[in-house]
């Protein structure tokens, strides 16, 4: 009798194992990694390299450059804030370009006094229309950095620092620690400061190659976790041959809780809209959305609107709810199978990215300057849309499955939230749609079990 129970008891336990993994791998499905490591950008990095120009009597100086080398995330207005923590007791005599946003305590100087005197200063961009004797190359644009692949012209930023009480060579200065770099926000994770090989400049005649005294690298990664604990955008789609709309996960960005948080979205027929926008809150630069099921800034529509013989045609719309945001040079990533048949593409602009080298199912589209390059905010004007004509693929090509629909969409770097797969509109004989429920009523009746068994 009890080696019968015993049996019973370790059935219990492995069936209990099993319950688990398929639980956990369930969940790895379905939630968006936390990490850094982007699969679609792999190398994707901002670096910040501090290049010494000259020695001066107490220190040198230096001009340091941001290059986002992020395929398609860009750093948009407020824009970019850099900071560090001084190894020793430097101080900042001067500045151009850019300029700290405290002076720090500086009474220790008599006569000359230096431009911040904080052990952790931190840098901002200056704005445009800066007086020119105050600015360097790649400076001024308000801390707005753009992409690598829609605006490798400006795709950096600088400015020049003149450093004191930091020792006068290679031997006896000490490079910054502590780097932090919001952009405009957190997200931002910069490692330590390196010494690499000395920047060389070659001269405008190209005759002539000049270096840095000496130069140190600083490389700081994206998380979309870390930059903000809710997503920012979703995906609704829809098809010509399905009456469905399925419409962005309730709650997918938050939940309308006007009651508790008043404030937290607006009523578009609200008549005192323009006065709530207007509130001072604005610069904050926290969304105010319009109330929506879904509470998302963002929400991009994928609808597949026609089929010919030998192309099938696809609407894309962005849509912005965001009553405090103007979208400027935005852009979206879109992973789709049939990418490498893509034949024309009307009002976006459009560049293949290739992250697994030999497949080509990844897009990056963004607008057409001076035309919809700007994504108004929450409005009548606050959308943009494109039309995408696709060859068709004998051998891969079908509706079935929702095989017409995106795998992955990103907008502005961030990972869109994709409805659950067995919402997606389907053909009308289609007979894979009970078998998804199946699968996820099993998984739902397994992991009812494991919670019983702990309670047990």
């Not at 002076?103 to 007086?131: A, E, I, W």
């Not at 190209?206 to 600083?218: D, E, F, G, I, S």
Request: charged fraction near 15%; include cysteine.
């Amino acid at each position: 009798m009890e080696f019968f129970f015993t049996s019973i008891a370790r059935s219990i336990t492995k069936l209990s194992s099993y319950a688990i993994l398929l639980v956990l791998l369930f969940s790895c499905s379905i939630f968006t990694s936390t990490e850094a490591y982007d699969s679609l950008d792999p190398e994707g990095n901002i670096t910040i390299k501090w290049d010494v120009m000259s020695w001066t009597p107490d220190g040198y100086v230096a001009v340091v450059t941001m290059f986002n080398f992020q395929q398609y995330r860009h750093i948009q207005a407020p824009g970019w804030s850099l900071g560090w923590t001084w190894a020793k007791k430097e101080v900042i005599w001067s500045m151009m370009g850019g300029q700290t946003t405290e002076q720090g305590d500086c009474s220790r100087y008599k006569g000359n006094t230096p431009h911040c005197c904080k052990k952790d200063p931190l840098v901002v961009d200056l704005l445009p229309g800066t007086p020119y004797n105050q600015q360097i190359a790649n400076c001024c644009k308000g801390g707005v950095i753009n992409s690598w692949v829609q605006d490798p012209a400006n795709a950096a930023s600088s400015f020049q620092v003149s450093v004191g009480g930091s020792g006068t060579t290679n031997k006896t200065v000490k490079l910054p620690k502590n780097f932090t770099l919001r952009a405009p926000g957190p997200g931002y994770t910069c490692g330590p400061a390196k010494i690499v090989k000395p920047t060389k400049f070659t001269t405008a005649d190209q005759r002539r190659v000049t270096q840095a005294l000496m130069t140190w690298n600083v490389t700081c990664t994206y998380s979309q976790f870390l930059a903000q604990k809710t997503p920012t955008c979703c995906v609704s789609l829809s098809s010509f041959y399905n009456d469905t709309i399925v419409s962005c996960p309730t709650c997918t960005c938050g939940c309308q809780n006007n009651l508790t948080h008043p404030g937290s979205c607006v009523d578009p027929n609200n008549p005192y809209l323009a006065s709530v926008v207007q509130s001072p809150g604005k610069n904050s630069y926290q969304p105010l959305v319009q109330c929506t099921s879904h509470m998302c800034p963002i929400r991009v529509h994928w609808h597949v609107k026609l089929n010919y013989k030998d192309y099938w045609r696809v609407k894309i719309t962005i849509t912005n709810f965001n009553y405090r945001m103007n979208y400027t040079q935005w852009n979206l990533v879109v992973q789709h199978p049939n990418f490498d048949n893509l034949t024309q593409i009307f009002s976006f602009n459009y560049k293949s990215l290739t992250p697994y080298a030999a497949i080509n199912d990844t897009a990056m589209l963004w607008g057409v300057k001076f035309y919809n390059d700007l994504l108004s905010q929450a409005g009548p004007l606050g959308n943009v849309q494109s039309e995408l004509l696709f060859r068709k693929d004998k051998a891969t090509f079908t509706f079935d499955k929702g095989w017409a629909f995106p795998r992955r969409i990103y907008f502005n770097g961030d990972n869109c939230v994709m409805p659950p797969p067995d919402a997606y509109p389907w053909l009308p004989n289609a007979s894979s749609r009970p078998i998804v429920s199946l699968l996820y009523s099993i998984l739902t009746i397994l992991a009812a079990s494991v919670i019983v068994l702990a309670y047990a």
